[in-house]
């Protein structure tokens, strides 16, 4: 058994060896995004560093990370390369939820925290259907459950060590829970779809189940209404986390900014860019976004840590404002810089794609305002 000297020992060693993991991911991005290839070698590092189980609650002898760790962490990942990123955080959340939850049973979270002693086990919850064609169902098959159906938009497919689906049964009265899902299962099939314009190696290929079975002791929590307190705490650590990646890919972009404003110099001005006020002030611009984008994230996770019930419902808008605070950072800096910005040979133009591509895994930004704009009218008390 593990002492909490020992685990956060480990949690100090996996945070100490993020400086060489982000540079190997640095060194490789470009060559994944080129080609939409997996980067294992990534997840490998990521892995290896202890990053990739970072969140494992201590009682079940892992270093127990925060959320204000798992923020820090995958925003530096993300300067790295968002998309190793952005896979590592599903994995991470998904930890974190069974240290508070315990969802998943003793035996089958005990075999996850066997195979990630061997190697990289990535997780993730599969919850999108596509916008054509039936949801994913699940039928009854003796004492366990047969899957059928599609999800899509599903990060990491084609490494998945287990798929933890969200699907509803054929019961008269249906139910929705998750079931549990073996990567290598006869009847899952990835269809690799996955082409986009930014994020481009982090698989977010379809998976198709057919007929996939599922045992009893490995479906969860079905039920026909969801548990609001769960799903918001969960909602919550998903909103900062992946808010954080994109923090990454912002601050990605600015270094390199920084450097492109540091050495070019015109011969007409015989000094670099970066010594005439303009650019100072413009670089000032971006480095006072990103600092507030910063102290939004920090502040708001260290106060779900502390267990404060009101910084819960704050994360969607704060996902919002650091998702645009990056959005329009790394446009300004492909401003500043001109044709180089916007070339194949710098990333700087990979850092705006992976940027704007973000956006498909926060809430609609409508959805969010008229959430936030319901509470502030519901604190409405009239005088008198």
């Known amino acids: 058994m593990s002492t909490v000297t ?10 100490a060896g993020l400086p060489r993991v982000v540079d190997l991911l640095t060194a490789r991005a470009e060559e994944h995004d080129r080609d939409a290839t997996f980067p294992y070698q990534g997840i490998e590092a990521v892995h290896e560093a202890g990053l990739l189980t970072l969140t494992v609650h201590r009682r079940y002898g892992g270093p127990g990370g925060t959320l204000s760790d798992t923020v820090r962490v995958l925003a530096e990942l993300g300067r790295g390369d968002a998309s ?12 974190a939820e069974q240290g508070r939850t315990s969802g998943w049973p003793a035996g089958l979270y005990r075999r996850l925290l066997n195979e990630s002693r061997r190697g990289p086990a990535l ?4 919850a999108a259907d596509p916008v054509e064609g ?3 169902l699940a039928r009854r098959e003796g004492d366990g459950w047969l899957l059928t159906g599609r999800k899509t938009c599903c990060t990491g497919a084609e490494a998945l060590a287990w798929m933890a689906v969200r699907a509803t049964t054929d019961e008269p009265v249906p139910r929705t829970g998750t079931f549990l899902v073996r990567g290598e299962s006869a009847g899952v099939e990835v269809d ?18 057919t007929d996939v079975y599922v045992p009893p002791e490995a479906v969860l929590d079905l039920r026909t209404e969801p548990d609001p307190v769960a799903t918001g705490l969960c909602a919550a650590w998903r909103d900062l986390a992946l808010a954080a990646v994109q923090l990454g890919v912002g601050r990605a972009a600015q270094d390199w900014l920084v450097r492109f404003l540091s050495q070019r110099t015109p011969a007409n001005l015989g000094e670099p ?10 670089v000032g611009e971006l480095e006072s976004a990103l600092i507030g984008a910063e102290e939004l994230l920090g502040g708001l996770a260290a106060r779900i840590d502390a267990g404060d019930p009101a910084a819960v419902g704050r994360t969607g808008p704060v996902q919002l404002l650091v998702t645009r605070a990056v959005i329009e950072s790394v446009q300004q800096a492909v ?4 044709s180089p910005g916007l070339s194949r040979r710098h990333p700087l133009e990979r850092y705006l794609r992976d940027a704007l591509s973000g956006r498909m895994h926060c809430p609609a930004e409508d959805a969010v305002l008229q959430e936030a704009g319901r509470a502030a009218l519901a604190r409405f008390r009239p005088r008198g």
Do not use: C, M
């Open 273 to 282: 860019l970066g010594t005439l006020p303009r650019y100072r002030a413009a």
């Open 134 to 136: 039936p949801p994913a």
């Open 6 to 15: 020992d685990e956060t020992s480990s949690l100090d060693a996996a945070i």
């Open 335 to 338: 401003t500043l810089t001109g």
């Open 84 to 95: 190793v990123a952005l896979v590592t955080a599903f994995t991470l959340l998904l930890h």
């Open 192 to 209: 690799p779809v996955w082409d986009q314009l930014g994020l481009r190696a982090s698989a977010g290929h379809d998976v198709l189940f």
């Open 123 to 126: 997780v993730n919850t599969l």
